[in-house]
């Protein structure tokens, strides 16, 4: 036994190492974004020679940036809005209940995660196009809640899986009727999941680019539209300094929901 | 709760969202594909003898199947380290994981170009060290695509791998051991046929999600990386030839759906409401 010992702490070694790599690949391009955003040359660099907050000020004063931005909060809080109520319900159905053709609707509101985005979004523009929803912040909701349903439905799920119905029951037994015992039994109890499933649910609709792609038309760009038609061309450093704020973004959403987690528990 | 939610009154509200707008939208597109001047199979006979069209399919593939196999080979001991690291220490490397995966894919491309451009980070960097005299052509070539699109899945493969080596028993490991067996025979035949799970769903995932991808090969990648998606979207917006559009987005669709169904025989759907099928 003693005689593996060497190679073996050679080996463990070499497996930190080789992850500690992947770590690696996997978080600098992101963070290395960053420190590029506040160069003040006219061309993005690294590291930056000196600091400004230049393009942070370009993307503020650019009224089509700022304009963008706000379509991709309006749809996005309204698919986040759609998505939750939908999907929440439609968790307690799939989780609690046996029926006819559960494994298929299953399947029909997970697909969307696997499908390609491309194919989702061909489908819905074909459709949408015949009914004036192209260009339409209302489209791009009804387009977006599509993809983020499965998120909402896997998060509120996850939750109710663990979920003892006796406290439902005992509630009930004493006069809270059905609407009183989810509001103040059930709710706060799966709340976690329903905070994630939200989240989620608004980040996939800010993030999303294929279906803006083809729904956006001219009248509704969102960011990431027009972070697209801006890329396409050039490599414009201002696209850095949305990308940082993007990242900060996703960083907070990430947190948020422990933090909750963590008061709730409290 | 019990008497007043109906099983369907309950899903009632997303299944016909999704049948509206969802699931006949993509019954039109499948309609749509053989239709055109003439009902039939016109649009799916163009792809097969139009060798241009062949080659993007081909190209997706093997982008595809490369994307997935790179993937594997560098989540595997990732996500190995990780399930055997201690709670906390853990969760604070799965937030590495979890960061990349939870960002943009259009702000993680473009990070891409940053770095890969001509004038990019890693060709000045090399520039000034003197390792190479002139820049070399990482974006717009396989190499970009490759790492791009690796980048943007491999978390998704180290997630599955994770979830499946953390309920391996690693006294399994030992007792091979203290029987006699050195620690590679250990690994050959007890761990990595108990990862196997793990191997498949992270794989059939990355391979699928790979198919389908859009945005990392039109801005990493070169015209020789065309994949199907960007052949999808020039034939609805630029020629605007829907039928055709729709026979290609159909036979992507039967590749997702095949990935979709072996996944559901072997894995089960189950396993995404967090219940062990």
């Known amino acids: 036994m003693r005689s593996d010992r060497p190679p073996r702490r050679w080996g463990m070694l070499a497996l930190y190492v080789g992850s500690g790599a992947v770590l690696v690949f996997l978080i600098v391009p992101i963070l290395i974004i960053i420190p590029m955003s506040f160069g003040s040359a006219l061309s993005l660099e690294f590291p930056p020679r000196s600091l400004s907050l230049q393009w942070y000020v370009k993307y503020f004063t650019t009224p089509a940036w700022l304009r963008a931005t706000g379509t991709s909060f309006q749809v996005a809080l309204g698919t986040m809005i759609l998505a939750t109520a939908l999907g929440t319900l439609a968790a307690f159905g799939l989780v609690r209940r046996r029926f006819v053709g559960r494994d298929l609707l299953l399947a029909l509101i997970l697909s969307p995660l696997i499908i390609p985005g491309i194919v989702i979004a061909v489908a819905i523009y074909l459709v949408f196009a015949r009914v004036h929803l192209v260009g339409s912040p209302l489209g791009l909701v009804l387009a977006h809640t599509v993809l983020a349903l499965p998120l909402v439905v896997v998060n509120v799920a996850a939750t109710l899986q663990g979920f003892d119905e006796s406290v439902e029951r005992a509630a009930m037994s004493l006069g809270a009727g059905p609407i009183r015992t989810f509001r103040y039994v059930t709710f706060p109890l799966i709340r976690p999941g329903i905070v994630a499933g939200a989240l989620f649910a608004f980040m996939a609709s800010f993030d999303e680019v294929i279906v803006a792609i083809f729904l956006s038309g001219r009248t509704a760009t969102t960011l990431p539209k027009r972070m697209w038609d801006s890329v396409l061309l050039e490599t414009d450093p201002t696209i850095a300094a949305i990308s940082t704020m993007l990242i900060i973004l996703a960083m907070l959403v990430l947190v948020l929901p422990t933090l909750g987690r963590g008061r709730s528990t409290s | ?277």
Not at chain 2, 49 to 70: D, H, K, W
Not at chain 2, 131 to 154: D, E, K, T
Not at chain 2, 214 to 232: D, E, H, K, S, W
């Open chain 2, 1 to 277: 709760m019990r008497a007043a939610l109906r099983p369907w009154a309950a899903v009632a509200p997303a299944t016909l969202f999704l049948l509206v707008v969802f699931a006949i939208p993509i019954v039109m597109v499948l309609a749509l594909s053989f239709s055109g001047p003439q009902v039939g199979v016109q649009h799916y006979a163009r792809i097969v003898t139009t060798p241009v069209y062949s080659r993007v399919f081909a190209n997706t593939l093997q982008i595809a199947l490369g994307v997935t196999l790179v993937s594997l080979v560098l989540a595997y001991p990732l996500a190995y380290v990780l399930s055997i690291l201690g709670t906390r220490t853990s969760i604070v490397l799965l937030g590495l994981v979890i960061l990349p995966w939870f960002t943009s894919l259009l702000v993680r491309s473009f990070a891409w170009m940053v770095l890969l451009g001509q004038n990019g980070v890693i060709n000045r960097a090399l520039l000034s060290m003197g390792v190479i005299g002139r820049p070399l052509p990482l974006l717009y070539s396989a190499f970009g695509v490759y790492v791009g699109m690796v980048h943007i899945l491999l978390p998704y493969m180290v997630l599955a791998l994770y979830s499946v080596m953390r309920g391996i028993d690693r006294d399994l490991l030992r007792a091979a051991q203290s029987a006699g067996a050195p620690p590679w025979r250990a690994f050959l035949h007890v761990y990595l046929p108990l990862s196997l799970p793990g191997v498949a769903a992270g794989s059939l995932l990355v391979f699928v999600m790979a198919s389908g991808f859009y945005v990392t090969p039109a801005l990493l990648g070169g015209p020789r990386q065309t994949m199907i998606a960007q052949l999808i979207t020039s034939e609805i917006n630029e020629a605007v030839n829907w039928e055709f559009g729709a026979a290609l987005a159909t036979v992507l669709l039967l590749v997702t759906l095949a990935g979709l169904a072996v996944f559901n025989r072997f894995l089960g759907m189950d396993r995404f409401l967090g219940r062990r099928a």
